[in-house]
């Protein structure tokens, strides 16, 4: 190489290693900023522990107790997601085969024309099934009480007596007076009425339908817990599948198709005498229903020791609502509406006896209601000085029903309130007026 060419190829070297030290030293930059940014991060985490540590040592004796009542709570909800609230379904919830408002085969009772042709064949399947349900009765009857009723063993007979009790009444009304006198109307010749007549005259028989179903569950009870023995025996030798258990819930279906036969005479009905005579027996039979299905709830449930049911006064009424208590979390409960009292309640779990276990009891005279708000439609809130109630159905029309329920009940009080003020005033002025002299008192 030439001289000359000597310092340019030191220049280039001497670029190169400059530009070398500059990648370095970003890289050295880059990389202590990369520390410093994770000591940082590190550091922060440090004190947030800290700080939540300290906190967690000061916390107040009350955010304590919330924070462990709030856990006792969730694990309860995770209890009550262990087994089923719906495991058993009160026979008047069970729907029964559906009712055929066109011929399927022909039937041997003739109806009369003038109604129309669906009320016929209603009326047609009314006959035929009730002809059946006393044969089912006839099975029940002869196939198994007759045999535990005199059967020599006393535990046998006791056991029978707690099963069958009330279903003798029964069998023995409709096998003798009812599905004679249910045909009879319903070949007339103004069979709607004659068939409303017959429930309306029959009111007082029909009534056993009430005891038998609240008495219901624990006949299925006793059934299942003494199955082996006697009853297996019978079962088998009448060769009958569905099993006695199954065959106990005929009287409380057949109670819900007369329902159901009576709401589609009262929907197809044109003459007005016919309407009213069915609507009496319409009414009738829907009262039996519901009043059974109340009774059989609150003979579950279980009040406190310092309330009693005397102290609650009639139940007006009873359904689920998933309840929210002073904002916590939303909870299935059975609400009880009594005259005097609300009473929120928890299923308990159970395979046999159903119970309910009380959680609030709320007087009447201590509670406020908030107007029904279409806005929110599923909503019926109530609240005292110390809590809130926040009751959510699965309907409008429950919801609605359930404020204006308690609407009445709070209008009664006010109602009462004034009538003892305005009596309380008329003696206070008859006692003073008394004192004048204006009322001298009669002599004897």
Sequence with gaps: KSRDDIPRSKSRDNVSRSKS???????????????????????????????????????????????????????????EADWSTSSYVFPTEQLPTPILETPGTVSKYVVSQHIPKKLQYVIQEMLTTEEKYVDDLRHIGEGYMEPMTQNPDPQVKNLADSIFQYFGQIYSFHLQTFKSSLIAAGTSSSPLKDLATTFIRHEQELEVYLSFMVHERRAHAVVEQNHAGVIADLERNLEDKLGLSACLIKPTQRMVKYKQFLDIMLAGSEDFEDLEEVTV????????????????????????????????????????????????????????LFENFIVFSKELPSDTDL???????????????????????????????????????DTPAEAESWSKSISNILWGQLKQIKRDRDMSRMRKTRGAARTRGAFPRSRK
Excluded at 308 to 327: A, E, I, P
């Design 21 to 79: 030290r500059d990648n370095m030293s970003e890289k050295v930059e880059t990389t202590r900023e990369g520390l410093f940014a994770e000591v940082d991060q590190c550091t922060s985490e440090m004190e947030h522990d800290a700080v939540s540590s300290v906190s967690a040592s000061t916390k107040s004796p009350k955010v304590e107790e919330e924070e462990e009542e709030q856990l006792s709570e969730e694990e309860e909800e995770e209890e």
């Design 281 to 336: 027996a319409q009414t009738l039979v829907t009262n039996i229903l519901n009043r059974s299905n109340d009774l059989c709830h609150l003979q579950a449930l279980q009040l406190p020791p310092d309330c009693s049911h005397d102290d609650t006064g009639d139940l007006l009424k009873q359904c689920d609502f998933h309840v929210v208590v002073n904002n916590k979390q939303k909870r299935l409960r059975r609400v009880f």
């Design 355 to 393: 119970k309910y276990r009380t959680k609030h009891v709320v007087g009447m005279h201590e509670i406020g209601l908030t107007p029904y708000s279409t806005q929110e439609p599923l909503k019926c809130h109530v609240w005292t000085p110390e809590a809130t109630f926040a009751m959510y159905s």
